[in-house]
Nanobody, 120 residues
Framework: QVQLVESGGGLVQAGGSLRLSCAGSGRIFNIYAMGWFRQAPGKQREFVADITQGGRTNYASSVKGRFTISRDNAKNTVFLQMNDVKPEDTAVYYC??????????????WGQGTQVTVSS
């Protein structure tokens, strides 16, 4: 069984920083793209950032220049460095990864989410 476990969420003041981590575990053959999504109360889940296995990154316009996504392929881990956070960044942040359990298999998996609250 595959698990994605997020950590690093919490309460932070506007203008501050937070670093989220998401580690994959289980019988993983390979991890392709990894990314972060978020869901604020009463809103739909939205894309934040993703990164390919080779390190190519993509960001939502709302976080570009403030958030940085990175990954450690050897540890099956993706990070989200959040700088200059704003109250509108408050949400549950979910890790997402495209994982194969064997050659020829690919499936998207989700973490359980970690709460980020930004106070003004």
């Amino acid at each position: 069984q595959v698990q994605l476990v997020e950590s690093g969420g919490g309460l932070v003041q506007a203008g501050g920083s937070l670093r989220l981590s998401c580690a994959g575990s289980g019988r993983i053959f390979n991890i392709y793209a990894m990314g972060w999504f978020r869901q604020a109360p009463g809103k739909q889940r939205e894309f934040v950032a993703d990164i390919t296995q080779g390190g190519r990154t993509n960001y939502a316009s709302s976080v570009k220049g403030r958030f940085t996504i990175s990954r450690d392929n050897a540890k099956n881990t993706v990070f989200l460095q959040m700088n200059d956070v704003k109250p509108e960044d408050t949400a549950v942040y979910y890790c997402n990864a495209e994982i194969s359990l064997y050659r020829g298999d690919k499936k998207y998996y989700w973490g359980q989410g970690t709460q980020v609250t930004v106070s003004s």
